[in-house]
């Protein structure tokens, strides 16, 4: 279990709380909640009652719309100051996703009576909030459109280089994802079957494009990808 001075030490390095005074960071730090999950750890269900807003401290969790033949398509990877679950606090609707841990990962939560005082008090929170939903509008949005104009070569290509922005690191030429993904992982994210992302990934290790390595993927050509992606 964490102090509240280590809470507070930590709320320094989260977007969304660096607008607040050092005497609000205080105040929140007494109101969060620490938790720890494990890989498969599920934190809501689509359709459950929304009761806080989580903050990833460390860790990543997958959020995802579930299929009622038992798949997912994966909506978003919250990872390391992300934060989720405002939405159904603030509009009273049921949880519209799932949240499963895909690896041992840390949170802060903030339960519903606080979080509202908390935006009430910092109206710079609440711009961000109100921002992080635009966001995330747009990107569903852009999910739709994906799935209308692009193939699952380019839709496949287009979420490699969003792993690769998001959750990569450099080293030389080449970009990992350090991420363990299955073939099945891969295609709930790009809304495909697991034959088509194999079919993908030996056509792309063919072309010199991408490897597959014991920690994730390895991107060896970040432009050409961008342009299969178009």
Request: hydrophobic letters at 45%; charged letters at 25%; glycine letters at 10%.
């Amino acid at each position: 279990m964490w102090g509240v001075m280590m809470i507070n030490d930590i709320l320094k390095g989260i977007p969304l709380f660096k607008c607040i005074s050092e005497e609000g960071r205080a105040r929140l730090a007494d109101a969060l909640r620490y938790r720890s999950v494990k890989k498969g750890d599920v934190l809501f269900r689509k359709g459950g009652k929304g009761t806080a807003l989580f903050i990833v401290k460390k860790g990543k969790i997958r959020l995802a719309l579930p299929s009622r033949l038992g798949g997912e398509f994966v909506l978003a990877i919250a990872s390391e100051g992300d934060f989720f679950g405002e939405e159904t606090l603030l509009g009273g609707q049921p949880c519209l996703f799932d949240a499963i841990a895909m690896e041992p990962a840390e949170l802060l939560m903030l339960y519903h009576q606080d979080f509202l005082t908390f935006l009430n008090a910092n109206k710079g929170a609440m711009q961000l909030i109100i921002g992080a939903l635009s966001q995330r509008l747009s990107y569903t949005i852009d999910l739709l459109a994906d799935s209308c104009f692009l193939n699952i070569s380019g839709r496949f290509a287009k979420k490699l280089v969003e792993l690769a922005t998001a959750h990569g690191y450099q080293d030389g030429e080449d970009i990992h994802i350090d991420m363990h993904l299955s073939q099945t992982d891969l295609a709930s994210l790009v809304g495909a079957t697991r034959e088509s992302i194999n079919k993908e990934l030996r056509l792309l290790r063919r072309k010199g494009l991408v490897s597959s390595q014991e920690q994730g993927i390895c991107i060896h050509d970040l432009e050409r990808l961008k342009l299969r992606a178009h």
